[in-house]
């Protein structure tokens, strides 16, 4: 029996912004949540868990030079900035075994654009949350 311990690695994740993609991707996270509630109802112990709404966000880490790019890119299409952009997200992973997976965040739109730098940083990192309308998980 062969035995294979390689996971995916952030080497082999590619994120796509806008057809493009991001090269000064420092990370990304998103999560998918279910409202849930146990209902209660004659005696001590619960009868059921109730189903409620789904929220989708996350958070996109990118380096200062996207996002100038990302702002400069919604300036040319008549917005402000990157504030005003509703926008897919494309993430593929490449498995060990040569398998592509790809989710699909739908209509992410970024809620604040913080800025910090500090001394000795070699880099500005932007870590920009997102919310957003889906999360297609596993899309063949």
Known sequence: MNFNSKEYTYCDMQVVLFGKPIMGLKGIEYTSKKNKEVLYGAG?????VQHGKREYDGTLTLLQSELIALDRSAQLAGYKDCLDLDFDIVVCYLSPTGILTTD???????????????????????????????????IV
Do not use: W
């Open 104 to 138: 699909v965040i739908k209509g992410a739109s970024i809620t604040e654009k913080p800025k910090s730098l500090k001394m000795d940083d070699l880099q500005m990192e932007v870590a920009l949350p997102f919310v957003a309308l889906n999360i297609l998980d596993n």
């Open 44 to 48: 001590r112990y619960p009868h059921a």
